[in-house]
T-cell receptor
Framework: AQSVAQPEDQVNVAEGNPLTVKCTYS??????LFWYVQYPNRGLQFLLK????DNLVKGSYGFEAEFNKSQTSFHLKKPSALVSDSALYFC???????????WGAGTKLIIKP | DVKVTQSSRYLVKRTGEKVFLECVQD?????MFWYRQDPGLGLRLIYF???????EKGDIPEGYSVSREKKERFSLILESASTNQTSMYLC??????????????????FGDGTRLSIL
């Protein structure tokens, strides 16, 4: 069965430090991977996606994610965190045989000044 | 900028009522989705639509129905509201990748959500 795991409910990072939000997945075919962000009282916003090609994907707001096929991971990263990055982050996956996205439970990112 | 508008931010209804949640998008997207979001469960797909008058069940369609009479509007209906339907409801829309609207890697654009409480 297809699944997505975000192993950390919450990640705390000091402003200016690098951040990583983890995501692992399980699909039967080639994965299509996505990261979305949700700010308080708002809907989700698309950050980036991996479909094929370069394993390092760059997205909005200075975020990037690294696709690792052997570890079935797609971790979200940023070199220097901002307080405004504090939000809820969702990883999602789809394989070509399926029409819908499978969503992780979300990771709350807190950036402290 | 894509705009997905949900008719209400907060809604309080009573058990047994028929509840309508409305969603309108202004980008001529073929695909539209209804999700519910509950803490620790992520997003779960209720229904989606890939064309006018077309609909497909998602993971949790029980107790819900949908209507898509016009391309820009996708309505979610709670036939007889129950307390376990208290949740945040999110509408989204996207373009398809190709002629088969089922499979799309295009980003989904979300509304700000409706927080529904059933008393």
């Amino acid at each position: 069965a297809q699944s997505v795991a975000q192993p950390e409910d919450q990640v705390n990072v000091a402003e200016g430090n690098p951040l990583t939000v983890k995501c692992t997945y399980s699909v039967s075919g080639n994965p299509y991977l996505f990261w979305y962000v949700q700010y308080p009282n708002r809907g989700l916003q698309f950050l980036l996606k991996y479909i094929t090609g370069d394993n390092l994907v760059k997205g909005s707001y200075g975020f990037e994610a690294e696709f690792n096929k052997s570890q079935t991971s797609f971790h979200l990263k940023k070199p220097s965190a901002l307080v405004s990055d504090s939000a809820l982050y969702f990883c999602a996956v789809r394989d070509y045989s399926n029409y819908q996205l499978i969503w992780g439970a979300g990771t709350k990112l807190i950036i402290k000044p | 900028d894509v705009k997905v508008t949900q008719s209400s931010r907060y809604l309080v209804k009573r058990t047994g009522e028929k509840v309508f949640l409305e969603c309108v998008q202004d980008m001529d997207h073929e695909n539209m989705f209804w999700y519910r979001q509950d803490p620790g469960l992520g997003l779960r797909l209720i229904y989606f639509s890939y064309d006018v008058k077309m609909k497909e069940k998602g993971d949790i369609p029980e107790g819900y129905s949908v209507s898509r009479e016009k391309k820009e509007r996708f309505s979610l209906i709670l036939e007889s509201a129950s307390t376990n339907q208290t949740s945040m409801y999110l509408c989204a829309s996207s373009f398809p990748d190709g002629p088969n609207g089922y499979r799309s890697n295009q980003p989904q654009h979300f509304g700000d959500g409706t927080r529904l409480s059933i008393l």
